[in-house]
């Protein structure tokens, strides 16, 4: 259990990790804490946005939809590689999941299928929307991969989680497909040669 770090100190890992950064707004301030707590985090979580275009996938992650208020995450990876922050504290990205897979996440052992959303995993979670279509033929350029890589890694280093607190959003709640077009076990080995 773990309370989530200040924004400033967010902000220092993902530089010392070597992520490039562009802070968005008043990112720090910009959440949805007045719809419930944020924290005790346990882990990191990837989507993909389905959209195309850096400059508007970034718009989108920190307004929202007319269905879903934003922040939609607290970074948005676009394709060059660049993380931006969009929002801090409670955001709109995991919505209700599977309580065995939190518990899972915790005890950092092998994810059980996610059969039931019972849980709100936007107080648990920090969320990473990536820029791409999700439609299983939007390529993934390598430094945006990298870039995926690194903000897992470094949110995880700082607070002494392994690979396995890094999970997508299709093993959270059921009917998810995010993220398409690479795999979450492929992510973790990345991540965890990366924390070694």
């Given at each position: 259990?773990?309370?989530?770090?200040?924004?400033?100190?967010?902000?220092?890992?993902?530089?010392?990790?070597?992520?490039?950064?562009?802070?968005?707004?008043?990112?720090?301030?910009?959440?949805?804490?007045?719809?419930?707590?944020?924290?005790?985090?346990?882990?990191?979580?990837?989507?993909?946005?389905?959209?195309?275009?850096?400059?508007?996938?970034?718009?989108?992650?920190?307004?929202?939809?007319?269905?879903?208020?934003?922040?939609?995450?607290?970074?948005?990876?676009?394709?060059?590689?660049?993380?931006?922050?969009?929002?801090?504290?409670?955001?709109?990205?995991?919505?209700?999941?599977?309580?065995?897979?939190?518990?899972?996440?915790?005890?950092?052992?092998?994810?059980?299928?996610?059969?039931?959303?019972?849980?709100?995993?936007?107080?648990?979670?920090?969320?990473?929307?990536?820029?791409?279509?999700?439609?299983?033929?939007?390529?993934?350029?390598?430094?945006?991969?990298?870039a995926i890589e690194k903000v897992a890694a470094a949110v995880c280093r700082q607070h002494g989680w392994s690979e396995r607190s890094v999970i997508g959003h299709l093993e959270?709640?059921?009917?998810?497909?995010?993220?398409?077009?690479?795999?979450?076990?492929?992510?973790?080995?990345?991540?965890?040669?990366?924390?070694?």
């Amino acid at each position: 259990m773990a309370p989530p770090m200040s924004a400033g100190t967010f902000l220092d890992v993902l530089r010392d990790e070597g992520v490039t950064v562009v802070e968005v707004g008043d990112w720090r301030e910009h959440n949805r804490n007045h719809k419930g707590p944020w924290g005790p985090v346990h882990g990191v979580m990837i989507h993909h946005t389905v959209t195309h275009g850096a400059e508007r996938t970034v718009r989108i992650c920190y307004d929202g939809r007319p269905d879903l208020p934003g922040p939609l995450c607290h970074g948005v990876v676009t394709k060059d590689g660049t993380v931006h922050l969009v929002g801090y504290g409670r955001a709109n990205h995991a919505g209700p999941g599977d309580d065995d897979v939190l518990r899972a996440v915790i005890a950092e052992k092998a994810l059980p299928p996610d059969n039931e959303a019972n849980t709100d995993g936007n107080r648990h979670f920090y969320g990473f929307e990536c820029e791409n279509l999700g439609d299983g033929e939007d390529p993934w350029p390598e430094a945006q991969l990298e870039a995926i890589e690194k903000v897992a890694a470094a949110v995880c280093r700082q607070h002494g989680w392994s690979e396995r607190s890094v999970i997508g959003h299709l093993e959270w709640q059921p009917g998810k497909v995010d993220p398409r077009g690479f795999s979450m076990a492929w992510l973790r080995e990345r991540v965890r040669d990366r924390l070694k």
